[in-house]
């Protein structure tokens, strides 16, 4: 077990996000998290990150590999958890490079700087990426999809047991989308745990193997693929006529346009 909730409950303003939500994520799974504008996905997010603080109590528990977040040292849960926001804190002025390499500092024990080990990590980072034609650039001078593509190397160098990303394909043109979520199966496959919010039910079904619904009411779903994403649930979920197409041995879901719920 890498992430684990245990009947957590969270709240905004106004509004119940989720109640008693309970699921876990093991090495080697990757989830989607679905649900409408608004629903909480980010807030929840954020207190799988420990990122949100006072959300538990009441017999509420999120545990990263056994401990709470709040227990460990910020370093040391870097190395198990590494986070993608939607929107970052500010702007970097260095160049695209020495940002990857910032995604080395929980691993880095030298006084004398970063090892090399770490520069490795960053360039294979950076060309897994395919940013190595930009690694000098200031990162501020990139484009919206080149400046998430580098925040995505920023967390390959970190090289977390667990990632957690928010809408991780923003800014992406469909080919990077394509190479990105292939990176993410294959992280998957190798022992990691990735964890994002998606929007779009495509690349769910095709790259994902677990699936969390957040309901506009606080109700949850969460499961294998095969057993939670279909037709009546998404319908649900969205609350708009949806589509069930086979295409092979896969399945694909898309909106009915011509009709509502």
């Not at 709040?70 to 986070?83: E, H, S």
């Not at 970063?114 to 484009?143: G, K, N």
Request: proline share 4%.
């Amino acid at each position: 077990m890498i992430l684990q909730t245990n009947n957590l409950t969270l709240e905004y303003p106004g509004k119940l996000l989720c109640r008693n939500l309970s699921f876990t994520v093991y090495p080697g799974e990757c989830w989607a998290i679905l649900g409408q504008n608004g629903c909480g996905k980010s807030t929840l997010l954020h207190a799988l990150a420990g990122l949100n603080r006072g959300c538990e109590g009441d017999g509420a528990s999120i545990m990263v590999s056994g401990k709470a977040p709040r227990a460990w040292a910020r370093r040391d849960l870097a190395r198990y958890l590494g986070v993608l926001l939607q929107e970052e804190t500010g702007d970097f002025w260095s160049n695209v490079y020495e940002y990857v390499l910032l995604g080395r500092h929980p691993h880095s024990g030298s006084l004398f700087g970063f090892r090399p080990l770490d520069h490795e990590m960053t360039t294979q980072a950076i060309e897994r990426m395919e940013l190595a034609a930009l690694a000098a650039r200031p990162l501020v001078t990139l484009s919206g999809g080149e400046r998430q593509r580098a925040r995505i190397a920023l967390l390959l160098a970190q090289s977390p047991q667990c990632l957690l990303l928010d809408e991780p394909l923003q800014y992406l043109d469909l080919r990077h989308q394509v190479g990105t979520m292939a990176l993410f199966r294959e992280l998957a496959t190798r022992g990691k745990a990735v964890v994002m919010v998606l929007h779009d039910l495509g690349w769910a079904s095709h790259f994902c193997d677990h699936v969390l619904m957040l309901f506009d009411d606080g109700r949850t779903i969460a499961g294998p693929v095969a057993a939670v994403l279909n037709r009546d649930n998404l319908e649900a979920l969205y609350q708009c006529r949806i589509n069930e197409l086979q295409v092979g041995s896969g399945r694909h879901f898309m909106p009915d346009v011509t009709s509502s719920v």
